[in-house]
Each structure stands twice: as C-alpha cells, then as structure tokens.
C-alpha cells in the first residue's frame, strides 16, 4: 500500500488563532482531517506528525526509513526551519524520500528572510501562498507522481 507522511513544523500545531490574517483560519487537524478523507479515497495510508523540535523532526524523517512499512512521499511544511535548517535538509537528503514542500503563506512576498528555503531545490515541487489548499494540491502531486512512477 502506499504511503504518505505529512509533517507539519514549528507553530503549524496553533494554526487557526496564529495570525490568522496570513496564516488563515483552519487549523492543523482541520487540515489533516481533510488530507486524511482524500488519501483513505484514494486506497493510500496517510500518517500524520508535527513537531515545534528540529531534534524530533529528524528522529522522525530517520524513523521512516527504518519503519517495516516504506513511506514512499512526504509533504513537508518546515515552517521557520525553511529558512535556517541545515540539520533537516541532510536529513531529507539522507533519506532519500521525495517530498513536496508546502508553505500557507506565500514565502517570497514577505519578509526577505522568508525568501531562502533550505528545501526548493531538493523537494520535487513548492507549493507557496495558497493556503489550505497547497496540502491538497500537494497530496494530489504526490498521487500522481507515484502513480507515474509505478508505486
Ligand atoms: C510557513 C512560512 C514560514 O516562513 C513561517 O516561519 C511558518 C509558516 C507557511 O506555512 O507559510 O511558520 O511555512
């Protein structure tokens, strides 16, 4: 069967009341609520983790690889570790799971610190600005990748 992580960093467990007028309203369960109902239409096992720790963000990325059943993508919102995290970046690189990157916000057209991800150029694709909605365009990237490559 196939599987997807969807892993959500720091402060991404208070959405709905963190600035609301960037991030939106939903809130992370409302989000995973709804990835969980597309991914279960779709025959695909959907597991869900976030952390506000880089520690536990790359204990679980290292997890996956040594799980008996394989994670074959990840959707990955790094939040603040976007801009800062080597750490996480060798471990996605070291893991070797393709994985889409997912923003709310749209990352470029906000402060310039926001503009540097540690993740685009290795991720398979970004999704930025587009809300809720990014981690539904993602999942259904993330079918049909693994569908063209014949998982
Ligand atoms: C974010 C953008 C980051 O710059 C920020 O630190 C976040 C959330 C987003 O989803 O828009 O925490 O990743």
Known sequence: MKKIAIVHGPNLNILGWREPEIYGHQTMEHINTKLKIMADEKQVKSTFFQSNSEG???????MLIQDAEPTHFIIFNPAAFTH???ALRDTL???????????????????????????????QGVISGLG??????????????????GV
């Not at 070291?94 to 991720?123: M, W």
């Not at 990014?134 to 079918?143: D, N, V």
């Open 93 to 123: 690189q070291a893991v070797s799971i393709p994985f889409i990157e997912v923003h709310l916000s749209n990352i470029h057209a906000r402060e310039v610190f926001r503009h540097h991800s540690y993740f685009s150029d290795i991720a």
């Open 84 to 86: 800062s995290s080597i």
């Open 132 to 149: 809720a909605l990014g981690y539904e365009l993602a999942l259904l990237a993330a079918l049909h990748y693994l569908n063209s490559k």
């Open 56 to 62: 536990e963000l790359i204990a679980y990325f290292q």
